[in-house]
């Protein structure tokens, strides 16, 4: 249920993050100035504390999520939410790929064959609508960087948050502190007061929207997820977000569903489903660092 709801939220964040018409540098810096005093607040207020073992763990993990942000916001106002979305329908393939080298994780051939089969629906959903595909190669760039960044940041925190006992608060207190230092001096550096100006109120509730239900109540989600479903299984589940993000961005941004898209849907939800069945992996057991408490349970039902 977790994973689903992380699929709702990531499907329905690019659209509306296409709304925001003001700078999009300036627009991540805002967004995870909104972020960290929340996150640490709620970290300090449910008994947390913020070791360096916990930041040493983030640090990396922070910055790449930085500049998927930073990448994600500015490809958004070049290009369409079906091009991006056709360029993170590649992030399972390579998550399967590092996971099995790094992350101890074996994906087996009917793992491997239902993600590519996933793409394909993907794919099938972001091309099969009006060829009038707007944007540039600059746009397609921007997706393609913030693509990489993300499997980077995917992989860090699967990989934390199965040998560590960093719980999911610690976990996003200390990215979102690395991500803002991260965006924040390009920010500065890039925009000017002016810039700030022309922030509309749509501009500021949609940017509230982002930073809170989508880069806080989801990203603790995936990272509560983490600690217990491989790398290589949640992230082809993931491709799910791809199918919402094309049925949100017919009514905001005018890109009707044809029926083509709603068979490349169909596909897409198949595998996720096929996916979700049956492990194909073996999970490394969680360690803690000896300078860290394990996770507090979680609340009974």
């Given at each position: 249920m977790a994973l689903l709801a992380v699929i709702i939220l990531w499907g329905?964040?690019?659209p509306v993050t296409k709304l925001i018409s003001a700078p999009p540098i300036l627009a991540a810096a805002?967004?995870?100035?909104?972020?960290?005093?929340?996150?640490w607040a709620l970290a300090y207020a449910s008994g947390r504390r913020m070791s360096m073992t916990v930041l040493r763990h983030t640090a990396i993990a922070g910055v790449l999520f930085g500049t998927n942000l930073m990448f994600l916001f500015a490809g958004l106002q070049h290009t369409s939410v079906t091009v991006i979305s056709v360029v993170q329908a590649l992030t399972p393939g390579l998550v399967l790929v590092v996971a099995g080298r790094w992350l101890g994780e074996r994906a087996s051939l009917r793992h491997v064959a239902w993600t590519g089969l996933g793409i394909a629906g993907v794919i099938v959903v972001v091309l099969g609508g009006d060829p009038e595909v707007s944007g540039d190669l600059t746009g397609f760039v921007f997706a393609v960087a913030s693509m990489l960044a993300f499997v980077g940041y995917y992989v860090i925190n699967r990989r934390a948050r199965s040998t560590?006992?960093?719980d999911p608060i610690q976990w996003m207190a200390g990215v979102t502190l690395f991500a803002a230092l991260t965006v924040t001096p390009v920010a500065l550096i890039s925009s000017s007061s002016d810039d700030v100006g022309r922030f509309g109120a749509g501009d500021w509730a949609y940017l509230a929207f982002v930073a809170v239900v989508v880069g806080i109540v989801s990203h603790f989600l995936m990272s509560w997820v983490?600690?217990?479903?491989?790398?290589s299984k949640s992230s082809p589940a993931l491709l799910g977000a791809n199918v919402v993000a094309i049925a949100v961005a017919w009514p905001l941004h005018d890109e009707p569903i044809t029926w083509l898209q709603a068979l490349g849907g169909v596909v897409v939800l198949a595998s996720v489903l096929a996916i979700l069945r049956k492990p194909s992996v073996q999970v490394p057991s969680r360690t803690a660092p000896a300078d860290e408490p394990e996770e507090p349970p979680l609340p009974s039902v």
């Open positions: 329905v964040g690019p805002l967004r995870f100035g909104m972020s960290v005093p929340v996150v560590t006992a960093i983490h600690a217990f479903v491989p790398a």
